[in-house]
T-cell receptor, first 108, second 127 residues
């Protein structure tokens, strides 16, 4: 079973700052990785698929990179609505999927 | 517009069962599989299972095998998730989500995430 480890657990930043979130896989998942944003009381929102492709309607300030075991989600300049929890998700054993533990981006 | 609408909150006693519905609209229902994902209080997201509406293939998370059943009603574009022998640690918000990794029975990419989600259904298990 491939485990995804996200770091840091919490990221405290101010609006306008750059956010860099990490997701590390215990074994290679190629580029079969997605990122989600999750706000309290709402459904998760797909941001990035195939490691680096933005989903429909996602602003350009969100970008994903990486392959194999190391992945990064970057938010170039945080907007007030970007403070949320972010999850990575891998699908190396399709159709099963698994999520990382999440990174909370909070207002400093 | 494309949407998934889930049934309302449920309260059950330990040992009981719960059945949550997920009704699709705005797209061709059978073309895309549906996943179920849950989030317990203070915890992360947990994948529960996957059902292909095109060819009736089903995969359940190993930890839920034997307690979880997913079914469909194509006449109403609805997917159902039934969880039996409920325990207190089944208390969670349950989500259905559309899966574009397969369209009309053909895999598109393994790296596709879940692109449309239901609003969530709170299931509380308490004596």
């Amino acid at each position: 079973e491939i485990v995804l480890t996200q770091s840091p657990a919490t990221l405290s930043l101010s609006p306008g700052e750059r956010a860099t979130l990490s997701c590390r896989a215990s074994q290679s998942v190629g580029t079969y990785l997605a990122w989600y944003q999750h706000k309290l009381g709402q459904a998760p929102r797909l941001l990035i698929y195939d490691a680096s492709n933005r989903a429909t309607g996602i602003p350009a300030r969100f970008s994903g990179s990486g392959s194999g075991t190391g992945f990064t989600l970057t938010i170039s300049s945080l907007e007030p609505e970007d403070f949320a929890v972010y999850y990575c998700q891998q699908r190396s054993n399709w159709p099963s999927l698994a999520f990382g533990g999440g990174t909370k981006v909070e207002i400093k | 517009q494309v949407q998934l609408v889930q049934s309302g909150p449920e309260v059950r006693k330990p040992g009981a069962s719960v059945k949550v519905s997920c009704k699709a609209s705005g797209y061709t229902f059978i073309n895309y599989p549906i996943n179920w994902v849950r989030q317990a209080p203070g915890q992360g997201l947990e994948w529960m299972g996957w059902i292909s509406l095109y060819n009736d293939n089903i995969h359940y998370a190993q930890k839920l095998q034997g307690r979880l059943t997913m079914t469909t009603d194509t006449s109403t574009n609805t997917v159902y998730m039934e969880l039996r022998s409920l325990r207190s640690d089944d208390t969670a918000v349950y989500y259905c989500a559309r899966d574009p990794s397969m369209v009309k029975g053909i895999i598109t990419t393994f790296g596709y995430g879940l692109d449309v989600w239901g609003q969530g259904t709170t299931v509380t298990v308490s004596s």
